[in-house]
Every structure is written in C-alpha cells, then in structure tokens.
C-alpha cells in the first residue's frame, strides 16, 4: 500500500515534498480586508464585483463604462447597471483572494457520502492551481483496482479504514494538493491530525438531498447502503440517518463549515438541489478565507503588526 502510494506521490508533476516548501509562519505577511462582495441574488451579479479598487490607484480614473472580458466572452458595462452571473469568473477571483493566506497548504473536504467532495475538490483544485486527489481512488489503485465496495466485501469495513489512514498520512506531508476524503474519514482521531496539517472543509448537505441524489444513482457503489432492500430512497434515507448519529459531531471538527442550505437561502433557491457545483465551490473558497483570516489574526499579537 505504502509502496504503490508512493509510486503515485513521487512522479506526481505538480505535488511538492513539504520538506522541500518553503512556508511562511501565518501571519508573517498581512493582508488588507477586502470588501465584503455585494450579496448575490438568484443569479446576478451587479458591477460593483468588477470595479477596480480605488485603494490601489487613487489616480486611476474609471469609466461609466467597463469592458472586462474572459477567454472566449466578453460584456460592455454601465454603471449600475446588472450583469449577468458569471460563475466562473467570480470562482477564479475568490480563488486568487484566497491564495496567498494558503501559503500552499492542502485542503480536505470532508462530508457524508454524495455531498459532492469530488465535484466540488476538482473545481477548486482547478482555480487554484493545485493537484486534486480522491483518496478512495488513490486505496483502490493501491488494492490494484479492487473498488472500495470490494474491499469492504472482502477484508471488512476495519481493513478499508486502515488503508484510508495510511492514504492521509502520506498525503498530509504534500502541499497544494485538495483532497476528497471518504464519508468515514472523520471518524478515527488520527486522520484529523494528518488533515489538519492543511484546512478541512466540510460540505454539509441536508440528509434528504443525500438520500435523493444516491437513490437516483444507485447504492451499488456505496458499501454501507447496498446491502438493505426496499424503495431506494426510503433506504438510503434511513442509513444515512443512522451514520449521521454516529458521524455528525466528528464533522464539526472541520475548519470551515460549508452549508449547501445556507448558500440557497443567501442565492434565493428554493432546494438546495438547484445549487451549481461551481457556486458551492465560492462558498467553500469564503469559508476558507474567513477561516484563515481569523487563524491569521489569533496567531500575530497586535503589537507585532
């Protein structure tokens, strides 16, 4: 397992040895606040996001009008006026704020099963220029492709969180790397010391979404889940509530909390189902930032700034 992890890590292009990083002591660098962003409402974005920060360039003088443009689009704005929400441009710019308080430190999503850890990791691994790696991927190539629902079959749920352990461990001596974790990651003590060598982010989704989004699916694939009969929602709603007692305490434990339903409130969505992968990955990029801002502040005494 070591072996074949290491394999993995070693020839990894972008993945950088820790002992080879230089870091910088948090806080050693201070960061002026930035403005709260205006509020986003139901998919549009007002020009403010744009506008150039006149703290920057006081004798920069700005138009009524701003061409910003993207790749392939591009808008000519007026002042005042609505622009349509751009996803991707607001998930890059969250990405470039939030950067430089990483220091290249990894980040862990952890969540219960079909939060969407691997969707959303990918997203920001993307933006930020950092490797994405599923460490359930990762236990399956070591196991030589046995998938995890086997390795459950076949050695028990104790051996497979063994090798999920073994996985953290390796991966908390990278940096820049975003790591979707198992749903049962949370549970042994000794993972959150490995993950908390870089920010754990918990995707908090509400049980009834999960239990959809797997029924639609299929339980296959979800060990913990396959094996009960009946209607597939009613089932996976009903074992999902019983890992929830035993793991929801354990998630608390991440340093950002992104909630799916606090997002669709702030957005105006009715379900949280309506969210884009996309905008739950700028709120995760928020929590970070709050997160790191906060460590940033405790860990340089005002006397030293």
């Avoid at 920069?60 to 443009?69: F, G, I, K, L, M």
Wanted: net charge negative; aromatic share 8%; charged share 25%.
């Amino acid at each position: 397992m070591e072996a074949a992890i290491a394999q993995r890590v070693q020839y990894h292009p972008s993945w950088v040895d820790s002992r080879k990083f230089e870091v910088k002591r948090l806080g050693s660098l201070r960061f002026s606040q930035r403005v709260k962003e205006e509020k986003r409402f139901g998919g549009l974005v007002t020009l403010a996001h744009l506008q150039p920060d006149k703290r920057n360039d006081q004798r920069r003088s700005v138009s009524s009008e701003v061409s910003c443009s993207d790749n392939n689009s591009s808008v000519l704005l007026k002042a005042g006026s609505i622009l349509p929400f751009d996803e991707d441009l607001i998930l890059k710019k969250k990405a470039e704020e939030v950067r430089p308080y990483l220091h290249g430190r990894s980040m862990y999503l952890v969540g219960m099963m079909g939060s969407g850890k691997t969707t959303v990791g990918k997203l920001m691994s993307k933006v930020l220029g950092y490797s994405f790696f599923d460490c359930d991927t990762l236990i399956e190539q070591a196991m030589n492709g046995t998938s995890v629902a086997e390795i459950f079959e076949l050695h028990g749920e104790s051996f497979f969180r063994g090798k999920e352990t073994d996985a953290l461990k390796k991966l908390s001596s990278m940096y820049q790397v975003v790591v979707s974790t198992g749903g049962g990651a949370v549970i042994r003590p000794i993972n959150w010391r490995y993950m908390n060598k870089g920010v754990s982010i918990w995707l908090d989704v509400p049980l009834e979404a999960l239990a959809h989004r797997i029924a639609a699916v299929g339980t296959d694939s979800r060990p913990l889940l396959h094996d009960e009969s009946g209607d597939a929602y009613t089932v996976a709603f009903k074992r999902l509530s019983t890992i929830w007692d035993e793991r929801g305490e354990a998630y608390t434990n991440a340093n950002a909390r992104v909630s799916l339903e606090n997002i669709a409130v702030k957005l105006g969505y009715k379900d949280v189902s309506d969210l884009t992968p996309t905008e739950i990955a700028i709120e995760a990029f928020e929590q970070v930032q709050s997160f790191l801002e906060k460590e940033e502040t405790v860990e340089i005494p005002d006397g030293d700034l």
